[in-house]
């Protein structure tokens, strides 16, 4: 179970080498993808997870699924930087829930939650 930053600002989704680990991808044997990732760290390369990836949402009332076949992205951090520094940005660098897949929700905000509704087709 990966948990997700919602990001209404983000054009893209995104999970980290860290999420891809735990699942058993080789990050290293991922295409990159055109364009990086820019947040709070500065900018980084991503990769295309270039299979089909079935995204779960689990509510009270049930699951649902989606499934995306537009290449989810891998935020990769630089194999250069200090291992103190690289480990900081595994550990604390969330996985986002950008636009690509929140325009399929109606996304409702207040100061107590968010709730994504699934918006059927």
Do not use: W
């Not at 990001?7 to 860290?18: M, Q, R, V, W, Y």
């Not at 604390?92 to 897949?101: E, Q």
């Amino acid at each position: 179970m990966v948990s997700f930053l919602v990001d209404t600002g983000s054009l893209f989704s995104a999970i980290t080498e860290k999420e891809a680990t735990f699942m058993n991808l080789d990050c290293s044997l991922l295409p990159e993808s055109k364009g990086e990732a820019i947040g709070f760290g500065g900018t980084f390369k991503t990769k295309m997870i270039n299979r089909l990836v079935t995204l779960t949402f689990k509510s009270d009332d049930g699951e649902y699924k989606i499934q995306y076949s537009s290449g989810f992205r891998v935020v990769c951090f630089p194999q250069h930087i200090p291992s103190e520094q690289r480990e900081k940005l595994l550990r604390f660098t969330p996985s986002v829930l950008g636009m690509d897949i929140l325009s399929k929700f109606e996304v409702r905000v207040n100061n107590k939650k968010v709730e994504l509704l699934l918006v059927k087709d």
